[in-house]
């Protein structure tokens, strides 16, 4: 027996962040936005006393730790606590969000085993259950399951679905190898004094609309001077967009990828074509938001996702 469900990526459309709460954490407004690029997540019962063996699939399989401080992992000790059972799992991870980009591949993947160990262990968990169980795990994860678009409070964990019209595409420069806390760390270090996040109102009357080219204008992220501080050729890779014509370009989350909006799947096919001039080592990945969050699938089901 084992359970499959299938994960998005994320972006964001706005990430703004303040002061550093008691807990550590800082406090953000996000506005999270699902797009068309997918783990898999596999889970299965395994022999008693073999604990939780995870194994990587697909891309940057180097970069994905196997031990039991993997989020999925935690994720499915989780669960099975819940239902007093020994966690002996076989959890296969078929990876195609890249790892410490910005996009909560990591996330995704906890919100994934979350879900399909929940299924395989009789359903008996209530989305809200899931809900807390997420924001346990990570700032990131009740959105991964939520999907849509979605704003985010408190320490992003906090959602409520935003008005959103139409479909938006995307263009990833997806690179790998920021941590998220060194980034936190390089926005505190800028950032001295930051003052109390705000919903940016420009942000949601283009969801509203669904208006590409004002959302183009109003896409911010207060990690982007942090993450370009760390990266400094992010800078140089963000004008590509702006030549090629894209409506906005941002770095998602703490980065390194970088997010270009674009008008349409052609307009995607022109800038993806010309990113791969400037020598990008990294993956360029067309994708459309929003997309579902973290569904289940049938338990052989095929990868689904597009590069
Ligand atoms: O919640 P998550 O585990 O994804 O957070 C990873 C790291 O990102 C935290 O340890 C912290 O350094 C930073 N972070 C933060 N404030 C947030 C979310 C994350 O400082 N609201």
């Known amino acids: 027996m084992s359970r499959r469900a299938r994960v998005p990526a ?39 006393g073999t604990g939780i063996r995870i194994i990587v699939s697909g891309d940057y399989v180097d970069l994905v730790p196997t031990t039991a401080d993997n989020l999925a992992a935690r994720a499915v000790s989780m669960v099975a606590a ?6 002996d799992f076989l959890v296969q991870i078929r990876k195609s969000i890249p790892v410490a980009a910005g996009l909560a591949g990591g996330s995704a993947d906890a919100a994934g085993a979350l879900l399909a160990t929940d299924a395989l262990l009789g359903n008996e968990l209530s989305r809200d259950d899931l809900m807390a169980m997420a924001a346990q795990l990570g700032s990131d994860v009740p959105f991964s399951l939520a999907g849509g678009t979605a704003v985010g ?38 950032n001295p004094k930051p003052t109390h996040p705000k919903i940016n109102e420009a942000v949601m009357h283009a969801l509203r609309s669904g208006d590409a080219t004002a959302l183009g204008k109003a896409l911010t992220n207060d990690l982007q001077a942090a993450a370009i501080s760390l990266r400094p050729g992010l800078s140089q890779l963000l004008d590509v967009g702006v030549e090629y014509g894209a409506l906005g370009s941002i770095v998602s989350g703490s980065g390194p990828t970088i997010a270009f909006l674009v008008r349409d799947e052609e307009h995607a096919l022109d ?37």
């Open 10 to 48: 994320k972006i964001n459309l706005q990430l703004s962040v303040g002061p550093t709460r008691p807990d550590g954490f800082h406090e953000l407004v996000s506005v999270f936005h699902a797009i068309s690029l997918y783990d898999e997540i596999v889970v299965a019962e395994g022999e008693p």
């Open 82 to 87: 819940r239902y007093g059972r020994d966690a």
């Open 153 to 190: 409070m408190g320490r992003g964990e906090k959602l409520t679905p935003a008005l959103a019209r139409g479909e938006f595409h995307w263009v990833l420069l997806a690179d790998t190898g920021l941590s998220t806390p060194a980034v936190y760390a390089e926005f505190d270090r800028l």
């Open 271 to 307: 800038v993806a074509v010309a990113a791969t001039s400037t020598g990008f080592t990294g993956a360029i990945i067309r994708a459309r938001g929003p997309v579902v969050g973290a569904r289940l699938g049938d338990e052989r089901g095929s990868q689904s996702h597009q590069h």
